[in-house]
């Protein structure tokens, strides 16, 4: 079975500083995964995925994400944080054969502070 | 609008009612999810539709849980009975067809009181 476990579940920043989202998942078979943001009361943005070919992907607003095979990673990167980047962050995964319902871990809230 | 809408944003009902959840996808999106996001937590997959036909309801959590799109556009999200663990956002996602990224809607908020 799948599953997607995000080892921070708060993460507190200062602006203009790098900031790191980590992401590890398990599965038996070959997964795309996916980085979203869920602002106050709205729906899930896709930020970025990883369906093959180059490990680093990049996605909106400046984030970017690489994919490690052999730490069944998938951390999220931004070299400098806003404001506005206060949110939180949801790590996915899916088959990549098959309807693509997707299996997320519990979310990291990023808080960007002055 | 051209993104998922979905209605009511809020819902509040009282134990053992009843309830119905909208949800109108993308135009010409074929696939259609159903979702729920307990308070801290990260969307819990409940059921599939590609077109019409409900492929898979396998994360429906019990049979007061019904879904339905007759017509292979608008999804209907029904409880029935409610219960306080049923407190969540229930969000809907459309994909252009099977393998396309999904497209949230902004969810609605029900609390059962």
């Known amino acids: 079975a799948q599953s997607v476990t995000q080892l921070d579940s708060q993460v507190p920043v200062f602006e203009e500083a790098p900031v790191e989202l980590r992401c590890n998942y398990s599965s038996s078979v070959s997964v795309y995964l996916f980085w979203y943001v869920q602002y106050p009361n709205q729906g899930l943005q896709l930020l970025l995925k990883y369906l093959s070919g180059s490990t680093l992907v990049k996605g909106i607003n400046g984030f970017e994400a690489e994919f490690n095979k052999s730490q069944t990673s998938f951390h999220l990167r931004k070299p400098s944080v806003h404001i506005s980047d206060t949110a939180e962050y949801f790590c996915a995964a899916r088959l990549s054969g098959g309807y693509n319902k997707l299996i997320f871990g519990a979310g990291t809230r990023l808080a960007v502070h002055p | 609008g051209a993104g998922v809408s979905q209605s009511p944003r809020y819902k509040v009902a009282k134990r053992g009612q009843d309830v119905a959840l909208r949800c109108d996808p993308i135009s010409g999106h074929v696939s259609l999810f159903w979702y729920q996001q307990a308070l801290g937590q990260g969307p819990e997959f409940l059921t599939y539709f590609q077109n019409e036909a409900q492929l898979d309801k396998s994360g429906l959590p019990s049979d007061r849980f019904f879904a339905e799109r007759p017509e292979g556009s608008v999804s209907t999200l029904k409880i029935q009975r409610t219960q306080q663990e049923d407190s969540a956002v229930y969000l809907c996602?459309?994909?252009?067809?099977?393998?396309?990224?999904?497209?949230f809607g902004d969810g609605t908020r029900l609390s059962i009181l």
């Open positions: 996602a459309s994909s252009l067809e099977e393998g396309q990224p999904q497209h």
